[in-house]
Structure formats: structure tokens, C-alpha cells
């Protein structure tokens, strides 16, 4: 079954600590996503990857980092620098890059949530 | 700058009613523009898009969009709505130049049995 999976389904973060979002794609898509949801605010980009070992920041990128070490996975840490981390956050994959006008498909979401 | 603005932000709506979900955009070049769905509990689907051709497209579940581009807009119909159409609703925007996806804020819909 083709698809993207995001773990775990709920994630509790104490002060201070960083937590890591898994996100894995065996849809063979070169580009991966992580968006953040708040209620009322729609998605909100954190950062992509358009390839192996190369990521860019997007629009809310401050108190997050990224790694890109293998095609089909897309790892988010919310550091302890991201001073408001509750938020329910998306991974999403698409077959190439931004440039090229392709359709991104999401997993089904890690909700975190600040102890 | 690129936005996306969607006009109701709760619709809420009797069995076999009929829905149409606003959604405005601003950009000038070319769009691909898109409608998600996100049912309770469940993950953001894709339910159609809009890439080039007829401007009105057909999608899953009998939803359909019409792309005006002369009003900047892509609303959302249904022509019967059911209780299991429940869901927040999101109009996104593909921008030609550097391929962001921009979302509107959702319109949560509520069915009445």
C-alpha cells in the first residue's frame, strides 16, 4: 500500500526538550513537506526537501530543523526554541519539486502537544 | 503577495441541501488551484484540482469546482449534501513562479441529519 506515514499520532513535549516527527513516503516522490495547522490559520509551511541532502526553510522555519538523509524520509524537530509548538503538523510528498506544479498528498498528522 | 481567502468560516447545512464554498485568490500568473478535505480524525485528501482545460472540474464524491478566472475564484458545489460530508474544507493555490502551495484558512462544514 503506497502512502505516507507520520508517527507517532500524538507527541507530548516537556519545556525545554526537543521532540522528533517521523515522516516516511514509499510513493518514490523526489519532494517532502512539513506544514503546520493551527485552528482558524489553514497550513502553514515549515520547511521542504525537493531531493536527498537538501532542504529550504519556508514561511514559519524558526524553532524547527530538518534532515534529508534518504529519499523517503523527512524527519521535523521542534526545538526547544519554538516557543509555541502546539499545533497539529502534516507532512506532505509530491513527485517533484516546487517549480513544477505538482499535487501534494499528506500523511495523516502528528498532534504535539506541550506538557 | 499570494493568498488565498475563503469566505465562510462555519457553514452549517441540512441533509440534501445544496453547498457553495467560496474561495478567492490572489495572483496574477498562472495557478493550479486545488480543493482538501479533511473529515474528522482523518487526513487532509485531496477531493480535485484545477490544472488547465475546463474550467469546470468534477471531483470525488460529487463535488465539482468552477474556476472564474476573471473573479479570481474557485468555489465549491454540491448539489445534495449528506451528514458524511462533514469536514473542514480547504482551498489551496499552486503559484506558477516558485511552486508555493498557499492555503485558505478552511471552511468547517457541519451536516444536519
Known amino acids: 500500500d503506497g502512502g505516507i506515514t507520520q508517527s507517532p499520532k500524538y507527541l507530548f513535549r516537556k519545556e525545554g526538550q526537543n521532540v522528533t516527527l517521523s515522516c516516511e513516503q514509499n510513493?518514490?516522490?523526489?519532494?517532502m513537506y512539513w506544514y503546520r495547522q493551527d485552528p482558524g490559520q489553514g497550513l502553514r509551511l515549515i520547511y521542504y526537501s525537493q531531493i536527498v541532502n537538501d532542504f529550504q526553510k519556508g514561511d514559519i522555519a524558526e524553532g524547527y530543523s530538518v534532515s534529508r538523509e534518504k529519499k523517503e524520509s523527512f524527519p521535523l524537530t521542534v526545538t526547544s526554541a519554538q516557543k509555541n509548538p502546539t499545533a497539529f503538523y502534516l507532512c506532505?510528498?509530491?513527485?517533484?519539486?516546487?517549480?513544477?506544479?505538482?499535487?501534494?498528498?499528506f500523511g495523516p498528522g502528528t498532534r504535539l502537544l506541550v506538557l | 503577495a499570494q493568498s488565498v481567502s475563503q469566505h465562510n468560516h462555519h457553514v452549517i447545512l441540512s441533509e440534501a441541501a445544496s453547498l457553495e464554498l467560496g474561495c478567492n485568490y490572489s495572483?496574477?500568473?498562472?495557478?493550479?488551484l486545488f480543493w482538501y478535505v479533511q473529515y474528522p480524525g482523518q487526513h487532509l485528501q485531496l477531493l480535485l484540482k484545477?490544472?488547465?482545460?475546463?474550467?469546470l472540474v468534477k471531483g470525488i464524491k460529487g463535488f465539482e469546482a468552477e474556476f472564474i478566472k476573471s473573479k479570481f475564484s474557485f468555489n465549491l458545489r454540491k448539489p445534495s449534501v449528506q451528514w458524511s460530508d462533514t469536514a473542514e474544507y480547504f482551498c489551496?493555490?499552486?503559484?506558477?513562479?516558485?511552486?508555493?502551495?498557499?492555503f485558505g484558512k478552511g471552511t468547517k462544514l457541519s451536516v444536519k441529519p
Open positions: 495572483y496574477g500568473g498562472t495557478v493550479n
Open positions: 489551496a493555490l499552486l503559484e506558477g513562479s516558485q511552486g508555493n502551495l498557499i
Open positions: 506532505a510528498s509530491s513527485i517533484a519539486g516546487r517549480g513544477f506544479l505538482e499535487t501534494q498528498y
Open positions: 510513493l518514490n516522490h523526489d519532494a
Open positions: 484545477y490544472f488547465s482545460g475546463d474550467p
